[in-house]
């Protein structure tokens, strides 16, 4: 399978617990998107890669999460001191300079 | 506020017949239209995308027509399947040097098509 792989597929934490979840993009794509989508809801963007470097981040995105690629090739997003709104879907997608992105599966995020 | 709208939350369509899916957009910088489809507890799956530059895209089944002047877009499917029931999200990105292919999406409408 080389399509965006994402892992957990779900993650049910306690308020104030940090989270990390990692995202392998397809493998010749320089380009990787951090999204979180709530329910009822349209993905939302958060954060843009272009290789190891972060170009780009949403408001959305709180001095709590954190994002990471530190080789250019899989991507990790920290949650830190989680909080019941956190609780969403988060999705991964690569691409390349052109064209559509693909979306991994996404990890389901349930804070308690 | 919004800048991609799906104004139809539900669409119910009968099997053989066409689906159209609407979708407007306010910001005149968007240059490129996507329509994703997706399946409970899966990720977005890309559908079919269309360029301002266009004003019609097909491949096979699915047909996205682009209205530049009143900001609109529609994805037709015909003739549609059961297997195309889902939520099927537009999204649209413009040229953000430092943002790539960022995509904004609208908030999904829930296609069923019935047998």
Redesign the interface.
């Known amino acids: 399978d080389t399509g965006v792989s994402q892992d957990p597929r779900h993650k049910i934490t306690k308020r104030g617990q940090n989270v990390t979840f990692r995202c392998d993009p397809i493998s010749e794509h320089n380009r990787l998107y951090w999204y979180r989508q709530t329910l009822g809801q349209g993905p939302e963007f958060l954060t843009y890669f272009q290789n190891e470097a972060q170009l780009e981040k949403s408001r959305l995105l709180s001095d709590r999460f954190s994002a990471e690629r530190p080789k250019g090739s899989f991507s990790t997003l920290e949650i830190q001191r989680t909080e019941q709104g956190d609780s969403a879907m988060y999705l991964c997608a690569s691409s390349l300079e052109i064209g559509e992105a693909f979306f991994g599966q996404g990890t389901r995020l349930t804070v308690v | 506020d919004q800048q991609?709208k799906?104004n139809s939350p539900s669409l119910s369509v009968q099997e053989g017949r066409i689906s159209i899916l609407n979708c407007d957009y306010t910001n005149s910088m968007f240059d490129y239209f996507?329509w994703?489809k997706k399946y409970p507890?899966?990720?977005?799956?890309?559908l079919i995308?269309i360029s301002s530059i266009k004003d019609k895209n097909e491949d096979g089944r699915f047909t996205v027509f682009l209205n530049k002047s009143a900001k609109h877009l529609s994805l037709h499917i015909v003739p549609s399947q059961p297997g195309d029931s889902a939520v099927y999200?537009c999204?649209a990105s413009s040229p953000?040097g430092?943002?790539?292919?960022?995509?904004?999406?609208?908030?999904?409408t829930r296609l069923m098509v019935k047998p």
């Open positions: 991609v799906q996507l994703y507890a899966e990720g977005p799956t890309f995308s999200f999204a953000r430092n943002a790539g292919n960022m995509l904004t999406f609208g908030g999904g």
